[in-house]
C-alpha cells in the first residue's frame, strides 16, 4: 500500500481474506459450498481452475486513512501485493466463477451433472475432514456456565 495507485484506492486488498477449497467433485462437497454462502460476506470463486472462498472481513491494522497501520512489519503477502494488478481493478476482475448466493451453486451442480443437488444425508464414510460448527467450543462455554 505504498504507491501512487494506493494513495487514491480505499484499501480494497485489506478487506477480505481468501483461503484455497479443494476442487468439489462430491453433491457432499457442493453441499458444503452452498452452506459458505448462506453466511453474510462469503463467496466463492474459482480462478484459474482453483476454488477459493473468501471472507469479506477487514484487516485490524488498517487505519482510518485506510493506510497500513503496521507498513514495515506488515505480512509477506501484503509486500508481494502488486498495485495495478490487484483488487483496485474491481468489477473487472476475471474469475472463472464467481458465487455470491447459494442458489448459484444449484444452477452449476445442475448444469454441471445434469441433476439437481439435494441434501441426501451421510453418503457412506466421509473421505476428509468437513467444516464444523463448533459445537464442542459452544458446549463447553456451556458446560462452564452451568457449573
Ligand atoms: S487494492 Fe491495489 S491500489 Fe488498492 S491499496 Fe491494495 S494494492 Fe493499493
Ligand atoms: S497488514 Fe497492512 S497491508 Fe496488510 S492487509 Fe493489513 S492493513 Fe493491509
Not at 491494522?61 to 493506510?67: E, F, I
Request: glycine share 6%; with cysteine; charged share 30%.
Amino acid at each position: 500500500m505504498g504507491s501512487l495507485l494506493c494513495e487514491h484506492c480505499l484499501a480494497a486488498c485489506c478487506r477480505y481474506i481468501a483461503l484455497p477449497l479443494d476442487k468439489p467433485t462430491t453433491a457432499r462437497d457442493y453441499d458444503d459450498i452452498r452452506w459458505y454462502l448462506m453466511h453474510q460476506g462469503v463467496t466463492v470463486f474459482v480462478e484459474e481452475g482453483d476454488w477459493y472462498v473468501q471472507f469479506q472481513t477487514r484487516c485490524k491494522n488498517l487505519a482510518a486513512d485506510n493506510r497500513c497501520g503496521i507498513y514495515e512489519s506488515r505480512p509477506e503477502i501484503c509486500r508481494e501485493y502488486e498495485p495495478g494488478e490487484c483488487d483496485y481493478a474491481g468489477g473487472t476482475y476475471e474469475y472463472d466463477n464467481l458465487f455470491t448466493h447459494p442458489q448459484q451453486i444449484d444452477e452449476y451442480y445442475l448444469q454441471k451433472t445434469g441433476r439437481k443437488l439435494e441434501p441426501a444425508g451421510e453418503q457412506g464414510p466421509r473421505r476428509r475432514a468437513r467444516p464444523a460448527k463448533r459445537k464442542s467450543a459452544k458446549r463447553s462455554v456451556l458446560v462452564a456456565l452451568t457449573s
